[in-house]
């Protein structure tokens, strides 16, 4: 059984800054691609930032410059450093992961920003 964990939501103002991290735990064989989706209430969910095992990063287009997504091999965790915070940046957001040729999602955390 493979568990994502996700960690790091809260509650932040305009302007400010998050980090969330996600580690994947269980019988672990291989790890491609780990990336992060946000959805906002009445919204679908959609794709923030993937980072597969080889190849280059892809960010959403509304976040690029202001998040950045990294990743501990060691560790099976992922991250995701949220500058410069928006109010619409709003949602739950939940690590999503292909490990052992199955993706797999984690509970989802909340993000809050007030203006």
């Known amino acids: 059984q493979v568990q994502l964990v996700e960690s790091g939501g809260g509650l932040a103002q305009a302007g400010g800054s998050l980090r969330l991290s996600c580690v994947a735990s269980?019988?672990?064989?291989?790890?491609?691609?780990m990336g992060w989706y946000r959805q906002a209430p009445g919204n679908e969910r959609e794709l923030v930032a993937v980072?597969?095992?080889?190849?280059?990063?892809n960010y959403a287009d509304f976040v690029k410059g202001r998040f950045t997504i990294s990743r501990d091999n060691a560790k099976n965790t992922v991250y995701l450093q949220m500058n410069s915070l928006k109010p619409e940046d709003t949602a739950v957001y939940y690590c999503?992961?292909?490990?052992?040729?199955?993706?797999?999602w984690g509970q989802g955390t909340q993000v809050t920003v007030s203006s």
């Open positions: 980072l597969p095992s080889r190849g280059s990063t």
């Open positions: 269980g019988r672990i064989f291989g790890i491609d691609a």
């Open positions: 999503n992961a292909r490990i052992n040729f199955a993706h797999y």
